[in-house]
């Protein structure tokens, strides 16, 4: 059974910083890129950042590019997020993601992902 746990939302002020966490399991971990999503109040999931199964490629969205950093400890099957310099428009429930196939391309489109973990909420006030 796969599952994933996110956990490092909470409610932090503009210009803060947050650090989430997503264990995986029930995958062979480092054999999959990983991904976090968002998904803001009465809007669409959306991409925030994808890293490959060695964690030598990231890609972001450009809405948070160089303020989030995406990476990964294969030895404990866990990927992050750090997020910096938050914004109140960064305000969402925050997902990560696997596909089901190893070995297969990270990819910025949410439905190309078939296991998710249960959201992390981050709220960020101005």
């Known amino acids: 059974q796969v599952q994933l746990v996110e956990s490092g939302g909470g409610l932090v002020q503009a210009g803060g910083s947050l650090r989430l966490s997503c264990g995986v399991s029930g995958r062979p971990f480092n054999s999959h890129p990983m991904a976090w999503f968002r998904q803001p109040p009465g809007k669409e999931r959306e991409f925030v950042a994808t890293i490959s199964m060695g964690g030598g490629t990231t890609s972001y969205a450009d809405s948070v590019k160089g303020r989030f950093t995406i990476s990964r400890d294969n030895a404990k099957n866990t990927v992050y997020l750090q997020m910096n310099s938050l914004k109140p428009e960064d305000t969402a429930v925050y997902y990560c993601?696997?596909?089901?196939?190893?070995?297969?391309?990270?990819?910025?489109?949410?439905?190309?992902?078939?296991?998710w973990g249960q959201g992390t909420q981050v709220t960020v006030s101005s």
């Open positions: 993601a696997i596909k089901r196939i190893p070995y297969s391309a990270a990819s910025i489109d949410f439905t190309q992902y078939d296991y």
